[in-house]
């Protein structure tokens, strides 16, 4: 007979005891998974809550890069990940795209010095090692602003990466000039402040402005709720933007007559609000379900098969790093959790 939720849940709880473990989860889990979790958060919040938790045991459900981000941040910690998910945008950059992109740079004549990288936090923690061995450090949709204030202030030209979105989004809000490594020409590389790499979501790519056109024609008045990972021309018609707390927060802070439509990930706008006399006031900005598959991948199963794994000695996927990784990527996200 095979296992029900609830006996899954039960076993779980109890191991979670057991081991003395923290179960964190970000926002875009399952349900089912969302609802076992000690901790849920946006990037952000999951990488300093979790690295600062008095347990030593810490059970990630997320993608590999969240689950390294603690890792870095607590090396003592033991960092385990019921699936070892990856984002599809960290896997856009590798240490080798990233010199070969600072090397194209130079091929231009910008001198490396000249050259400031920030990374999105959806990124390996090899990239955010060479990162900082540049001087540059990590951000994350919810101190994104922040990180590009300080970025602008060291005078020189900001390699932004790999989410070109966001990288676009933020130059955009302060009139500077950027452009996206592989489809720019030099002249307009020469000419940016701001140097994407040409990566992104493919999730929030689905919202489109035919999206937000055809729900406000549909709902006069309602709110259009985005992520920054979406493109610049939804994002710059949006009445919100904002990490995945920012956006939970705006959303719930509005009356429930208040219709809203969100373009983030399917499994946290479905639980965002409940429905007003049996009926919905909250949309999904797409007719593509947004689910993103990684984020997904992490069922029950999983997390009872890691937590038994563990307690045998015979751990899985657990977050190793090695030490020079280990030293420089925690350079990165430090100077990130200074300035935030
Ligand atoms: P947040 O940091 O806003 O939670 O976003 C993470 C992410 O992967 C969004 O796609
Ligand atoms: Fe990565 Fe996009 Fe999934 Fe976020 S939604 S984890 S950026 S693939």
Redesign the pocket.
């Known amino acids: 007979m095979s296992a029900t939720p609830e006996t899954l849940t039960l076993e779980i709880k109890d191991l979670l005891h057991k081991l003395d473990a923290l179960l964190v989860a970000h926002f875009?889990q399952r349900d089912e998974i969302v609802a076992l979790a000690h901790l849920c958060g946006d990037s952000l919040e999951l990488s300093r809550k979790a690295s600062q938790s008095p347990k030593n045991l810490i059970v990630f459900c997320g993608?590999a890069f969240m689950g390294q981000s603690v890792k870095v941040l607590a090396p003592q910690k033991r960092v385990i990940m019921p699936k070892m998910a990856c984002?599809?945008?960290?896997r856009m950059i590798d240490s080798e795209y990233f010199d070969k992109s600072i090397a194209t740079l130079q091929g231009y004549g910008i001198a490396k010095e000249e050259i400031f990288p920030i990374t999105y936090i959806?990124s390996n923690a090899d990239v955010k090692a060479k990162v900082a061995k540049m001087g540059g450090l990590v951000c994350t949709s919810a101190n994104a602003k922040k990180i590009f204030d300080y970025a602008k202030s060291q005078g020189k030209k900001i390699f932004f990466l790999p989410d070109k979105c966001l990288g676009q989004n933020l130059a955009i809000a302060d009139n500077k000039k950027s452009c996206v490594l592989g489809s720019a020409s030099k002249e307009e590389i020469l000419a940016s402040d701001v140097i994407c790499y040409d990566g992104f979501?493919?999730?929030?790519q689905l919202f489109s402005i035919n999206d937000v056109e055809f729900y406000r024609q549909k709902y006069p008045g309602i709110k259009v709720v985005v992520h920054p990972?979406c493109d610049p021309s939804v994002v710059g018609v949006a009445d919100f933007v904002g990490s995945t707390s920012q956006i939970i927060a705006y959303v719930q802070s509005l009356p429930l007559e208040q219709k809203v439509v969100v373009g983030t990930?399917f499994n946290l706008v479905n639980r965002l609000r409940p429905k007003l006399n049996g009926v919905s006031t909250t949309f999904v900005l797409s007719a593509t379900k947004p689910e993103?598959p990684?984020?997904n991948e992490t069922a029950l199963q999983d997390v009872l098969d890691c937590l038994r794994a563990y307690e045998d000695n015979m751990p899985i996927n657990e977050v190793l790093l090695d030490s020079d990784t280990q030293h420089w990527a925690k350079i990165a996200l430090d100077r990130m959790l200074e300035l935030s």
């Open positions: 875009y993608v984002c599809s945008m960290a959806n979501c493919s999730v929030h990972e990930e993103c990684t984020m």
